[in-house]
């Protein structure tokens, strides 16, 4: 059952962009088993990565018996691969994916989604709540 599921979303994700995603998140394992986290993304690092903030969400499963599954959603409209989150990856979702044009290097963790788009998925309060609380996710970490 999936319920019995975490999941962790790296803190810095942008919401604007993320925010589709979450929702199913939330639909498949259950909002109280999804959270923001850094604890699992040290080894991602994105501030070394030009617009990795605005190409692609990261999260990480922990199942039941406490194997961790890392996760990328790349929501970025090009092809491109963002090699370093690739190498980071169990699982590449990439939107717009074309197999005859991205490299064979990057096929074998590759699934392709449909885009996706920015939605409402909180009110005002917990978005405040959300936004403060990575916020500080984000500096302290």
């Known amino acids: 059952?999936?319920?019995s599921y975490k999941v962790f979303i790296d803190a810095t994700s942008?919401?604007?962009?993320?925010?589709?995603?979450i929702k199913g998140l939330y639909h498949?394992?259950?909002?109280?088993?999804?959270?923001?986290?850094?604890k699992y993304f040290d080894d991602l690092k994105r501030k070394?990565?030009?617009?990795?903030?605005d190409h692609y969400?990261?999260?990480?499963?922990?199942?039941?018996?406490?194997?961790?599954?890392?996760?990328i959603i790349d929501?970025?409209?090009?092809?491109?691969?963002q090699e370093k989150a690739y190498e980071w990856c169990d699982k590449y979702a990439k939107i717009n994916f074309n197999e005859l044009l991205t490299d064979k290097k990057f096929?074998?963790?590759?699934?392709?989604i449909p885009p996706g788009f920015g939605i409402k998925i909180w009110g005002l309060w917990e978005t405040i709540f959300y936004c403060g609380c990575n916020f500080l996710k984000c500096k302290l970490a």
Do not use: W
């Not at 498949?28 to 850094?38: A, C, D, E, L, T």
């Not at 969400?57 to 996760?71: R, S, W």
């Not at 929501?75 to 691969?81: A, H, K, L, N, T």
């Open 1 to 3: 059952m999936l319920s």
């Open 14 to 21: 942008r919401i604007k962009y993320s925010s589709f995603y």
């Open 28 to 38: 498949v394992f259950g909002k109280k088993n999804v959270s923001f986290s850094n």
């Open 48 to 53: 070394e990565q030009p617009y990795s903030y």
């Open 57 to 71: 969400m990261a999260f990480v499963i922990i199942k039941p018996d406490n194997i961790t599954e890392k996760i």
């Open 75 to 81: 929501f970025c409209d090009p092809i491109i691969v």
């Open 107 to 112: 096929h074998a963790k590759m699934i392709s």
